[in-house]
């Protein structure tokens, strides 16, 4: 069965999901947004059908409805689909990463028409915009469902089939549960990031050599502090009582560490530092739930043209599924730590005996 998909917001993730149930074929994916070059783009280059630049047109002709806008101007397109005369019964879902203040809003919902089911593809990246989409930017990645109403369980499937185009890992979580995971590993680290950033830059007057050190790992953990700050202070305001509890718990835990650091407390501290380090290694470790399993290798690369080529080729050739690389470090003359994650325990040990076969120095890390 065809149906219409409506792509409300053609951003990096609006348009992503476009281009994904475009490409699939299934579906007529028409699409809206307020920016004429934006919907310009996302015609010529196949992400939708159809562009719409009037919202209560397009979702009138829609089946299903996917909100890709921030969260705040979800809210309100919720409340003009809420005072909508439909036909026929319309499947409204969300991309928002703070599920409560849409969960509340849902149901407020009166329209029988409308049946909504929140949803959260946990994937992004740093670019943003129409010009940024890709059909598989959510391979693999963990995709929140939160349906609230019996009538919107029964509907779930539906969805479902419209979004497996994503190759996503699909999961039912309640509302507060998943704004409460969130808000540990995706939202509070935002602000720490942020606050990272903040404490070199007020340092740099002091060393102005400073930025110029920032590398590497300050680097890595900062990362996300480069993302949108209008999009990051609206899901801080509507995340803002996880968010203050999530502060009051750090500024004790960061207590509790200068005492330690402070008193010198050789072996806590010892033991603070292997306790993270153990938990780190083990994440996405397992084979249950739908978090899949990542194997790490690490290798030491010159920095020349070619070389993470030559890295790829060779496991290449040995039909080695590369999951995720990642350069932790390239400067100018030294070697470059390259990271690269493979799906299975087989996969990480043959790569390994490859890469030290062929003369790359490679290490893997085991907690």
């Keep these: 069965?065809?149906?219409?998909?409506?792509?409300?917001?053609?951003?990096?993730?609006?348009?992503s999901l476009a281009k994904g149930?475009?490409?699939?074929?299934?579906?007529?994916v028409i699409g809206y947004d307020v920016n004429a070059e934006t919907l310009e783009y996302a015609c010529k280059n196949d992400l939708i059908h159809k562009s719409f630049s009037n919202f209560k047109q397009a979702a009138r002709q829609s089946d299903i409805i996917i909100l890709a806008t921030p969260i705040s101007k979800t809210i309100k397109l919720m409340q003009e689909l809420n005072s909508m005369v439909f036909k026929h019964d319309v499947i409204v879902s969300d991309v928002a990463s703070v599920k409560s203040s849409i969960i509340k809003e849902a149901n407020l919902l009166s329209n029988d028409r409308i049946i909504f089911i929140g949803g959260h593809p946990m994937a992004g990246s740093h670019k943003k915009g129409v010009t940024a989409a890709k059909e598989h930017l959510f391979e693999n990645a963990i995709y929140v469902l939160t349906p609230t109403t019996y009538k919107?369980?029964?509907?779930?499937?539906?969805?479902?089939?419209?979004?497996k185009q994503t190759k996503s890992h699909f999961v039912i979580l309640d509302p507060t549960e998943h704004d409460e995971m969130t808000g540990v590993i995706s939202?509070?680290?935002?602000?720490?990031a942020s606050a990272l950033?903040?404490?070199?830059?007020?340092w740099e007057s002091a060393h102005p050599y400073l930025p110029h050190l920032a590398a590497g790992g300050f680097r890595d953990i900062t990362r996300i502090a480069s993302s949108n700050p209008e999009m990051w202070q609206d899901i801080f305001y509507h995340n803002r009582a996880k968010m203050v509890h999530l502060l009051d718990?750090?500024?004790?835990?960061m207590t509790s560490l200068k005492e330690l650091v402070e008193r010198n407390k050789k072996q806590h501290m010892i033991a603070y530092l292997q306790q993270a380090k153990d938990y780190r290694d083990g994440l996405g470790q397992?084979?249950?739930?739908?978090i899949p399993s990542f194997y790490d290798l690490y290798i030491d690369i010159r920095d020349k043209p070619g070389a993470i080529a030559s890295v790829v080729q060779l496991l290449a050739n040995e039909q080695i599924s590369i999951k995720n690389l990642q350069i932790l470090e390239i400067r100018d003359g030294i070697n470059g730590a390259l990271r690269l994650s493979v799906s299975t325990l087989e996969d990480q040990k043959q790569s390994y005996h490859l890469l030290q076969k062929d003369g790359f120095?490679?290490?893997?890390?085991?907690s």
Excluded: C, Y
């Design 249 to 253: 718990e750090w500024i004790a835990e």
């Design 21 to 28: 149930i475009a490409l699939a074929g299934q579906d007529r």
């Design 286 to 290: 397992t084979k249950k739930g739908a």
């Design 152 to 163: 919107s369980k029964t509907k779930v499937d539906i969805l479902k089939e419209t979004l």
């Design 1 to 15: 069965m065809t149906r219409t998909v409506l792509i409300a917001g053609l951003g990096l993730i609006g348009g």
């Design 187 to 192: 939202h509070f680290p935002h602000l720490i």
């Design 361 to 366: 120095e490679t290490m893997i890390e085991t």
């Design 197 to 202: 950033v903040h404490q070199a830059k007020s």
